[in-house]
């Protein structure tokens, strides 16, 4: 079963110590067990703040080490790989963050951003050849490369910031994306854009998604199935609709309620005695 | 059915100097918000929103300025104001809920005394009668009276925010300025915190002017709603007529934008929102739009009104 | 404006550091012909005054400059390895040489040794005072490397050593240059002391001219050309060596400003 699955993640837990001395600890994920199959799809991972999205995404990415529990990769343990294989994972495994400033080195110019995993992910030495691939994703995201390029990330509006997040994205051609939270700083026009990008590269570029986010609309609209995360346990999974539609768990129907409808005619107005 | 009468923004404008020249953030906004309703304001970020709300209290600083406009609140032309007889103003009638205002709360002070020191600033002496007071209102959104006793952190964003909006609402003002009071919090506090605004409206008639670039958070509270594209106000309608038939391109292109539950195809809008230090000939949003044309891109459309009741109003060529 | 001045002292000793020792009438007053007159052992005090100022200068660089490459690489290590055994090891080591009282130690030093040059001083008070410098680094890491680029860098293959000196160093450039400037006064300072409390390097220093002022009693003799000009020196140097700090601090700062004045 293993060789069809492309990610597997097993009774992942992790446990911060917090407090003087680490006295205290915190468990940021209680076993947490899903799989992802090789056919390219979208999972959402919906949760609200500490319920441990994000510690799940960096280990994922291979950036923390958990407590307990495996990840799979294609089969292969992601924490017992040689350094060969881990060079491979990495141009395999790649994130979208949330915030489109904290991402860049306030020190470099944008196009070491988009040129430096060029170089030290897919071994392309030839400036000329990494040059061309930059403009050529930077069109694809509808930027002029003249007006983006030599440019320092404070001198760039946010638009033109997350856009070339996803140019880096187009560039690197990853096989797993993790993205946490990637649309929740973003205008809904540029919101709309991504995830259109996402569904794209999906069908054109055999990409899957591992989509973070606590909002329920966007996950239901970009998702094939949901996961829903609450204090580091898994809750519900389902397929999207089933999840967002016919909610089991209480938590889960406490998030769809909480949904607001984009239609004036239902909803919130004319509801009686909210709570 | 509006008086015509809480607040009056006329022709307001924000520039803020800088060495590459001057930005038009705000340029030319004429707006109404009656007694008892919630006027929406949505845009994206560039748009001008969130400098309307300060430049309608008065909170630009340099290098910013303002150029022009006036805005009249119950009669009173707050620009022409001074400094004195806008505090009495601010917070007694008009309370404002900035961006992140959650944030924004003293972490070294209990919520008891915070509440306290506010009102002890806008003159109010009498502790009994105005603890009180604070505790029926956080009984209202749903709080306990222990809150008061706490500190901020030991609070989740949610609660902060309705404890920041019950601080702002504590003497009844008439009408509210939140802006983009639910961004960084969770699903279920961003339905009690608009919840909490709607009800203050209810109940207490309180005007809202409610500012959130998410325009389903619109439908559910607004009753109008402003379109604001480029420093400037592209549409206004009631929220039930901007959905079903919105006359400005913008505007259905970003209802288009929006995930609903019935999977439809969500687009995106092409193009790049232009700089408020150059904005575009014309109609700001011809560069983007999909029925533009020659004329379109050389004369700056007026906002003209839609009915005979100054209840909606669209600025575009091909409005109907 | 200062910096001119500085430049000015710096050049001098290069075209001057010639005359030196000179068994002519000591205790001159000014003239023409020995414009700050002659100090005790008959030398020409403009001369003295030039090199003992270029000496110093050089304890205050070469400490700075050694101190800082030290706190530095030891700051970026410790921080950024922080949680494993290469932090605990380098910042033990460090809070170690911290407690060692610098200045008791100089003079136990000195006071052993027999010849005792501007190099040997300038190595000396840089070993003694790295550590300050780098807990600051090392804090800074600390903070930085939380930073979300960082973990982009990670994710973009990039292995620790680079992420330290490409993605980090350069951010941490305002608080380096503020060490350096401050270890740079400290060394002058140290030097100073150590000299005008009777141990002076065997080399001609601002310090030393001090020192012998003292010990002539320069003061009550009225014979002023022995100490004021190295005075003025010691100012001059500490007022520019202010300034490069603060223009350090708004150089990290411009960016900023452009940022935050939308």
Sequence with gaps: ????????????????????????????????????????????????????????????????????????????????????????????????????????????????????PLKSLMGIHSKEEREALVVEALNSVGLRPNDVLGRYPHQLSGGERQRIMLARIILLKPRLLIADEPVSMLDVSLTAIFLTKILQLKRLQHMSTIFITHDLSVAHYVCDRLIVLRQGLIVEEGPADSVVRAPQHPYTKALVESMPIADPRKGWKHQEGNA | MIDVGLLEVRDLAVCYKSLWGVYKVLDGVSLNVGKGEIVGIAGESGSGKSTLAEGVLRLIRPPGYIPKGKVIFEGVDLLMLGEQELQQIRWKKLAYIPQGSMNSLNPVLKIGDQMTDVMMDHGIKDKREMR???????????????????????????????????????????????????????????????????????????????????????????????????????????????????????????????????????????????????????????????????????????????????????ACHKAG | ??????????????????????????????????????????????????????????????????????????????????????????????????????????????????????????????????????????????????????????????????IIFQELLPNLIPYIGANFTNLFTWAILYEMGISVIGLPPNQVTLGTTLYWAIVDDALLRNLWWLWVPSTVIYILMFIFLYYISTGLDEAANPRLKEVTGM
């Design chain 1, 1 to 116: 079963m293993k060789s069809v699955e492309l990610l597997r993640v097993e009774n992942l837990s992790k446990t911060y110590p917090t407090g003087f001395f680490g006295s205290r600890k915190v468990e940021a994920l209680k076993g947490v067990t899903f799989a992802l199959d090789e056919e390219p799809s979208v999972l959402g991972v919906v949760g609200e703040s500490g319920s441990g999205k994000s510690t799940l995404a960096k280990i994922i990415l291979a950036l923390i080490k958990p407590s307990a529990g495996r990840v799979y990769y294609k089969g292969k343990e992601v924490f017992s790989l040689k350094r060969a294989e881990i060079a491979t994972y990495r141009k395999e495994v790649q994130p979208v963050f949330q915030d489109p400033y904290s991402i860049y080195n306030p020190f470099y110019r944008v196009d070491r951003f988009l040129e430096l």
């Design chain 2, 132 to 314: 009180d007071h604070i505790v029926e209102r956080l009984r209202r959104v749903g709080l306990s009276e222990s809150v008061l006793s706490r500190y901020p952190h030991e609070l989740s964003g949610g609660m902060r925010q309705r404890v920041v909006i019950v601080m702002a609402t504590l003497l009844d003002p008439t009408l509210i300025i939140a802006d983009e009071p639910t961004t960084a919090l969770d699903i279920v506090s961003q339905k009690q915190v608009i919840t909490q605004i709607i009800d203050l409206n209810r109940e207490m008639g309180t005007s809202v002017m409610l500012i959130s670039h998410d325009l389903s958070i619109h439908a559910q509270a607004s009753d109008r709603l402003v379109i604001m594209y480029a420093g400037k106000i592209v549409e206004f309608d009631r929220i039930t007529k901007i959905f079903e038939r919105p006359s400005h391109p913008y505007t259905s292109l970003l209802l288009e934008s929006v995930p609903r539950l019935e999977k439809r195809e969500i687009k995106g809008i092409p193009g790049l929102a232009p700089s408020p230090l150059n904005w575009p000939s014309g109609c700001r949003f011809h560069t983007r739009c999909p029925i533009a044309d020659e004329y379109c891109a050389n004369v700056e459309p007026e906002l003209r009104m839609k009915s005979e009741d100054h209840e909606a109003g669209v």
């Design chain 3, 1 to 162: 404006m200062l910096a001119l001045t500085a430049f000015i002292l710096a050049g001098y000793p290069f075209s001057l550091s010639g005359l030196r020792e000179d068994v002519r009438p000591a205790y001159l007053a000014p003239s023409l012909q020995y414009p700050l007159g002659t100090d005790q052992f008959g030398r020409s005090m403009f001369s003295v005054v030039i090199v003992g100022a270029l000496h110093s200068f050089e304890i205050g660089f070469l400490t700075a400059v050694l101190g800082t490459m030290i706190s530095v690489v030891v700051g970026l290590v410790a921080g950024y390895y922080s949680g494993r055994w290469v932090d605990t090891l380098l910042s033990e080591t460090s809070r170690f040489f911290l407690v060692i009282p610098a200045f008791a130690l100089l003079i136990l030093v000195f006071s052993l040794v027999r010849f005792v040059t501007v190099y040997l001083l300038a190595l000396l008070i840089a070993l003694l005072s790295w550590p300050f410098a780098t807990f600051v680094i090392r804090a800074q890491t600390l903070q930085l490397r939380e930073a979300e680029f960082v973990n982009l860098a990670k994710c973009s293959g990039l292995p620790g050593s680079k």
